[in-house]
């Protein structure tokens, strides 16, 4: 059998307000640096304060996922700010149970709304509202998670034609 790697990056949509807070802190930052120069230099330390707050707050509000299907094994990466990498989970297909749809019936004793079975969830969708979502509910360190995807459909594919008994397509 051949070996073979497929990935997809999904970048996260930016929430409602973060552009208005960005430009806010910066205002806000420049005025109290200027007051520091011209009035006192106690202002001078909240505003450097600010400017870290600023540049932590633009790392850790630019999120992208990277799923990577390397033969039997999906790997996903978190990537904050376009520097930083961390790789979130590391998983065996073979542990899979089911992978579908999010309002599918194979995974509809998964939801918190018409469920019983509560699992840890993983949300690594880019929240854009005409991109459908898939969940997986799959086996990791001994316990079962559920997993919400932004699948494409090569990866869906790839999926469907390794364990087709347990990947549900719309």
Known sequence: MFEYAIVKQVKRKPKA???FLRKLMIIFAVIILLLGVTISQGFMLPGFLLVVLYFGY???????????????????DVILGKRYRKTAHILELSEMEATAPNRHQAVAKYRKDAGGVKLPKYDYTSYEEDTPYYTMIIMENRTKIKLLLDLDDEMLQT??????ERVFLM
Not at 62 to 72: A, D, F, H, I, T
């Open 17 to 19: 307000m973060a552009g």
């Open 58 to 76: 633009d790392v850790f509000s630019q999120k992208e996922y990277e799923y990577r299907l390397e033969g039997r094994r999906l790997t996903i």
């Open 159 to 164: 999926l469907k034609r390794l364990y087709p």
